[in-house]
């Protein structure tokens, strides 16, 4: 977020601001609760609001902050000004939506502002000022973001005021949506509403909060009634609240594969007398029990949960003292009688989100690690004799490897130099080795290419700040990092709790079946005809339904396939769980080996019964199974098991900037173009998809 340089302009629109304080304020009324207006927008929170409230404890107090702000420079004071413009309007909507509806207040606004100064000749510039000051509200910065959905009580207001401006100090664009459920307001814990929001909009991170302030009501009254209790009846309590939060989170995993944010507890809000009073320790000794049973329960909640991150509030407030935590950033001079309840604990918080989601940013599409190895993975350079081992690197990057990721040794080296024995990684863990004198940009460019992957997979690590720099020119769509950056291996081991990487049986052998794929491809340049090369695979194609064991996978399936997938929809766990269940849909699964070995599940064709007519709503098939004619067999296999059900087949193909090797799926196998996006075959006719004459099938 950009900022205005202030000045005598500046600080003469704040002396305008107060020498037409209350004809503004009538101004901002008037623009912002017009009645067509709030009616068009669909603007909710006013059923018990009065004109003196909204102006005393909504317009005035903001009106005060954009005085501050321009008067002093007062940065706190920019966001909260622009964070609570948000409270009574569609803050909902979508960025672009919203800011259609800033769009039709904002420039009224700012001219009530303008008209009131005295010296004429600065109008154009103010008008240019205040534009700039509202441009995150009226053009927001709608390229690449990060979407989070924070879950809690007023700590996330606080979350959404700080971390967005933060974020833009560092290159980074954040849209933070908050739903509610607090004690104090009554609002109970709920998964309806944050299941319907997930469904209906991206949400890359959620952030909750159930123990922060109020937070839920089971906790705030164990904190309320903390120092009545036996250390049984806090244990008793502590497991309920953990219960209730496994629950919960368990619930959300079923519809969203995005990382959870978790946070523990650090106590806060202070009481009166130990907020105010320095020789009293900020909290009581049953307090501190209590909040250390529930941090070591939540430690091995997320421990044992998937793609599940700490938010360590207990640490964040230590390190910035509980009491200056728990002050308030705006003073009643500023905000006066309007109900402001941001701490500067929100703000501390904020900057403990930034490393997660530039992490997030970064890695959470890569699928790839080629990694230097003479002093990056070890102090010194192994050819020359003994080296000192970063054996925590060594061994964070094995564990990525059973998460799924492929690594890729990328070392200007003799192979015999390497004593695999001394390592933590076997030489096993890499799918490919580059160890040799080329340029690392050419070694990189082989490895892509028989990996069969888009560059924009790859992180590449290397402690030459030379050989990044060429990485980086000649190949830009390439994560280049720099192996001495200590926040690079803090990234890397978030990475492990992103989407991309799991524990699943599949991840664990991944590098095992590229390594086996590579084998296939070589198998095929062995100069005989088409057929016989595909013969001498001995593919065999096991077909079958779809089973409830088969969730997992066919989850990953939809979440990590991006080439070959008709449809690119992507379904939750309890949504495929739910058609699974239900006797409209249908879903096969295609498992694929070969005489190299087993492939595992590559292939999941889903149809919904409509009458007569069997739609294919989606087609998604691995990379590593594309090539061998799984695709036609899967969609005869698929016609053949349900020909008597339906009459017609619709295929449905929506293109994207990544699934163009689906693109004639349907045109290959007699399905006829009837829109944009549908192929239609009539399983009457002769000409139906034809079997694949080097695939064995097993039902």
Known sequence: MSHVIHGPESRELAAAISRNFDAILDAWFDNQFNADLVREWGISGLANADRDQLRNSFLRPLQSMLREYLGKGTRTCLYGYLDERLRYAPHRLSLEDRAAYFRSIIPSDIQAVVDSIANRESYESSLQMLAHIHAPLTDPDTGERIEILALGDCLMNEIRLFLPPICSDRGLNVDVRCIYFSAVVGKALSTDEITEYIHNNRVDLIAMSFMSYAGIPAYSTLMKECDRLTRGQIDDRVEFIINLVHDFIETIRTITKAPFLLHNTSGLPLSRYRKRLPFLAPLSRNK??????????????????????????????????????????????????????????????????????????????????????????????????????????????????????????????????????????????????????????QSIL????????????????????????????????????????????????????????????????????????????????????????????????????????????????????????????????????????????????????????????????????????????????????????????????????????????????????????????????????????????????????????WINVIH
Request: hydrophobic share 35%.
């Open 288 to 441: 501190v029990y209590a909040l250390d049973r529930l941090n070591a329960r939540i430690g091995e909640l997320i421990d044992n949960s998937e793609n599940t991150i700490l938010v360590d509030e207990k640490s964040v407030s230590r390190a910035n003292r509980q009491r200056k935590c728990d002050s308030s950033v705006f003073s009643r001079r500023v905000v006066g009688k309007g109900f402001f309840h941001t701490s500067w604990f929100g703000y501390h918080i904020s900057g403990h989100y930034i490393d997660i989601i530039d992490a997030y940013k970064k890695y959470h599409n890569k699928k790839v690690i080629m990694v230097d190895f003479d002093n990056t993975l070890w102090e010194g350079v192994m050819a020359d004799g003994d080296v000192a081992h970063h054996t925590d690197r060594q061994t964070l990057l094995r564990d990525l490897k059973d998460s799924g990721m492929l690594l890729v040794a990328v070392s200007k080296n003799t192979s015999g130099n390497i004593r695999w024995e001394e390592l933590q990684l076997a030489e096993s863990d890499f799918v490919l080795q580059k160890i040799n004198w080329n340029l690392k940009a």
């Open 446 to 693: 082989e490895a892509v290419e028989e990996l069969n992957l888009g560059m924009d997979s790859v992180i590449f690590i290397d402690d030459n700040p030379a050989e990044l720099g060429m990485v980086q020119e000649s190949l830009p769509e390439i994560q280049v990092e720099d192996a001495n950056n200590p926040g690079l291996w803090r990234g890397l081991e978030l990475l492990t709790s992103f989407p991309n990487t799991s524990l699943t049986e599949e991840s664990r052998s991944r590098t095992e079946m590229y390594r086996l794929e590579m084998e296939r491809r070589k198998s095929l340049d062995s100069g005989l005809d088409y057929e016989a090369m595909m013969c001498s695979l001995e593919l065999q194609l096991e077909f079958r339904p779809a089973e409830k064991s088969d969730t997992d996978r066919l989850y990953e399936l939809v979440t990590r396939t991006n080439q070959f997938n008709t449809t690119t929809v992507r379904y939750s766990k309890r949504e495929l769980t739910s058609m699974l269940h239900d006797a409209r849909y249908r879903i096969y699964v295609g498992k694929l080996r070969d005489k190299y070995g087993a492939l595992g599940i590559v292939a999941t064709v889903m149809l919904r019964a409509d009458g007569d007519v069997g739609e294919i709503i989606t087609f998604i098939m691995s990379c590593r199974a594309m090539g061998f004619g799984v695709e036609q067999q899967m969609l005869y296999e698929v016609i053949s098991a349900t020909g008597h059900a339906f009459n017609q087949y619709v295929g449905r193909y929506i293109r994207t900037d990544r699934n163009n090797p689906c693109s004639t799926l349907y045109a290959n196998n007699h399905f006829r173009k009837i829109s944009d996006e549908e192929w239609l075959l009539d399983a009457g006719l002769s000409n139906l998809p034809e079997p694949v004459k």
